[in-house]
């Protein structure tokens, strides 16, 4: 097998590191820009199966990472779920706050196939992708995508959505339930298309009990894995805690997941300790990415430093809006052994 991604999930130790980077389609591209300024809206933009396709290999063909992630966004389940969703410039994403009163409402049926459009985003890159280069298929975790329902829009603590479920046990595990059978036939649907890895995107695992992550995240995540193999697809599954701190390692063990990704606050010697022959992704800082010049690359080294065992070389969140084209080569190259010229990024 020559692809280095899939080499590594299959848990052998590949070196050079594979490399690709969380949200590395989008913002800091010129060429994303321009696409996305084609479509005012952010949702049709991201089922149109052309532009989507379009701005998932940019990233490729730019960098030349080992693989592309599909160009879509977490809140496209509730719109498919019968919620309205919008993204408004410079809020982000605004959705009608649900009431305890509003989950019996929640429709499963007929949500994965309004969503169509994104296989056929998915067909689109398959067929443009050399066999080296790995296509990743995800969506976001049930608790993730309920904390936006709930309060509407993101917010620093998730206060709102954690009182809800301590108040409302019964209605937040059906809440989180059709949230998960939906998000089954949706990366089936990936996976039958052409994702060969599913991504499970939990952004906001932080700040919970051990009761609450075990009833809100490891519980919808490991219903999750289970359906998706129930329906025979055998893709490799990998769960990204993010910020769950020590508490990836009970994830990793009692979700199912294939592979952990690691956020920039998770030790990655503690978690290889606990998880020796896991494949493991991650964790530079997205902030020493931003700011480039010496910091990044003494960032890079450390993580270097850390590694051992099957690991994909990636970012402990996502890129952002502001990082320097020039880094991000430099960074690859840095990976791959190759010369790394840093400049200077964000100051301040």
Not at 212 to 238: D, N, S, Y
Request: glycine share 10%; hydrophobic share 45%.
């Amino acid at each position: 097998m020559t692809n280095p991604i899939l080499r590594t999930l299959a848990g052998e130790t590949v070196r050079p590191l594979p490399i690709w980077f969380m949200r590395q389609a989008g913002r800091h591209l010129p060429e994303y820009k321009a696409v996305r300024a084609t479509t005012p809206d952010f949702i049709s933009f991201c089922l149109n199966p052309e532009k989507a396709a379009e701005v998932t290999l940019q990233p490729i063909r730019r960098y030349g990472m080992d693989a592309a992630i599909l160009f879509a966004d977490i809140l496209l389940i509730p719109g498919a779920m019968g919620r309205k969703v919008e993204f408004i410039k410079g809020t982000g994403p605004v959705l009608e706050p649900m009431a305890v009163e509003d989950v019996a409402g929640l429709t499963v049926e007929g949500a994965a196939a309004e969503l169509s459009p994104v296989y056929e985003t998915v067909r689109r890159v398959r067929a443009e992708l050399d066999a080296s280069r790995t296509l990743i298929g995800f969506a976001g975790a049930p608790w993730t995508v309920a904390t936006y329902m709930i309060e509407g829009r993101g917010t620093p603590t998730k206060e709102v959505a954690k009182r809800f479920a301590y108040a409302h046990p019964k209605e937040i595990g059906v809440m989180l339930d059709k949230l998960a059978d939906a998000t089954i036939e949706y990366l089936v649907g990936q996976a039958q298309a052409g994702a060969q890895v599913l991504k499970v995107f939990e952004s906001w695992a932080q700040g919970l009990s051990p009761s609450q992550f075990e009833m809100l995240v490891i519980k919808p995540t490991k219903r999750i894995v289970e359906g998706v193999r129930a329906a025979g697809v055998e893709v490799p599954i990998m769960g990204f805690p993010r910020a769950a701190g020590i508490k990836a390692i009970a994830y990793a063990g009692e979700t199912g997941v294939d592979a952990l990704a690691l956020g920039t606050d998770c030790p990655m010697d503690v978690v290889r300790a606990a998880l020796p022959s896991l494949p493991l992704q991650g964790n530079l800082d997205p902030l020493a990415l931003r700011m480039g010049g010496e910091v990044l690359r003494r960032a890079v080294d450390g993580v270097l430093e850390s590694v051992s065992g099957p690991h994909i070389f990636n970012l402990g969140h996502g890129v952002a809006p502001d990082v320097q084209i020039a880094n991000v080569e430099a960074v690859i190259a840095h990976v791959r052994g190759e010369e790394a010229r840093y400049v200077p990024g964000v100051v301040g």
